[in-house]
């Protein structure tokens, strides 16, 4: 009864403009699935969406540029190269990349994610993103996808026309990845210093991830200023490290959506999913991400015949949670003002 009446505070602060304090988050995560708490925070991060966000939803679309084992070899990642998922190396050249940009932007994304395994050449990755600069209209955002990189590499990246990087702090960060923790928040910090924004996301969330330490991920998200948090469920990629472990269901991951949201209050420019589900949009998220080429959750060398979805696609799925497609940007890509 207590536990009922602190939930029931903790959403009306957040209706209220506030957010929860990291206690009372850890508390909303873990609110039962089928209770009137837990429709009822869906209910308040939904509301503050649709409000904050004008109704619109975004869909946003990722290009992988390379199939190939990665020396980081992260656990959950199909790529990880002592998994041996992926074992031979292919690219997709600069043909390819621009003419699927292309199609992207003609069935409406509202940006362009260039995407790459940590092992990846950079001057490759930046003649390739120039191309696709020059041929995709000014006004839809490119998105650094890639490696950790420095901050001459950051001023290149700006250079060259990305207005963002995607970089996340994995949970169990330099534990279930190849990578130090402290080597993904500097590159977080050279992006942030050339004036890139960096967009984040709660992920990959899997069965053993505790309240305690996403609930700091998502603090620490809205720390770093990110102009985008969300959560994306781990995918158990067969022969992956973590694959055994399972994977978490889309009420599981709504409701992280939906707590990730309140933590990030107005500071957000738009709320990610991962993989596009109905049950994240009806509790906050208003960002889709429509995938091809390469991916670290598939086992195909395009994802767009495997699990990734299309731009036609997402957008069905928007329409069907009630959201407006955005014509253009999505803001998400921009330093917040
Ligand atoms: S997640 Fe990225 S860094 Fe990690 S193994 Fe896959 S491609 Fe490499």
């Known amino acids: 009864m207590e536990k009922r ?32 708490e837990f429709y009822s925070l869906c209910y308040v991060a939904n509301k503050l969406s649709r409000e904050h966000f004008g109704n619109k939803g975004d869909v946003v679309a990722q290009i992988g540029l390379d199939y190939a084992p990665c020396s980081r070899n992260c656990g959950f990642c199909s790529f990880g190269r002592d998994a041996g998922v992926v074992k031979e190396r292919l690219e997709w050249d600069t043909d390819t990349v621009v003419k699927a940009a292309l199609a992207m932007v003609e069935a409406g994304a509202n940006g362009i994610y260039l995407m790459t395994t940590a092992d990846y050449p950079f001057k490759k990755f930046i003649a390739i993103a120039a191309a696709v600069r020059e041929a995709v209209e000014d006004d839809i955002p490119l998105i650094a996808n890639i490696g950790d990189f420095n901050y001459e590499q950051a001023q290149k ?12 702090l994995r949970l169990r960060e330099g534990t279930d990845t190849g990578i130090p923790r402290t080597k993904r928040e ?32 998502m603090f620490w998200a809205r720390e770093i200023g990110a102009t985008f948090n969300g959560a994306m469920k781990r995918t158990a990629v067969p022969g992956t490290r973590l694959a055994g472990l399972g994977e978490i269901s889309f009420r599981e991951l709504a409701r992280l959506i939906a707590v990730t949201r309140l933590v990030m209050g107005d500071r957000a420019t738009a ?12 509790a906050g998220a208003n960002l889709i991400w429509a995938e091809a080429g390469p991916n670290p959750r598939d086992v195909l060398p395009d994802t767009a015949a495997g699990r990734g979805q299309s731009v ?5 799925i928007l329409f069907e949670a009630g959201y407006d497609l955005r014509q253009g940007a999505t803001p998400s890509a921009y330093p917040a003002g």
């Not at 977080?188 to 996403?214: D, F, K």
């Not at 709320?271 to 009806?282: D, F, S, V």
């Not at 036609?312 to 069905?316: A, G, L, M, V």
């Open 5 to 36: 009446i602190i939930i029931r505070d903790i959403l009306n602060k957040c209706l209220d403009g506030g957010i929860p304090t990291r206690e009372e988050a850890i508390a909303l995560v873990q609110v039962e699935l089928d209770s009137e």
């Open 157 to 168: 990246l700006k250079e060259v026309g990305f207005s963002a990087v995607y970089h996340a």
């Open 186 to 217: 500097e590159t977080i910090a050279n992006a942030r210093a050339v004036g890139l924004a960096v967009q984040v996301c709660l992920e990959p969330v899997g069965p053993e991830h505790t309240p305690e330490e996403m609930v700091e991920q």
């Open 271 to 282: 709320h990610c999913t991962h993989e596009p589900n109905l049950p994240a949009l009806m």
């Open 312 to 316: 036609r696609k997402c957008q069905e």
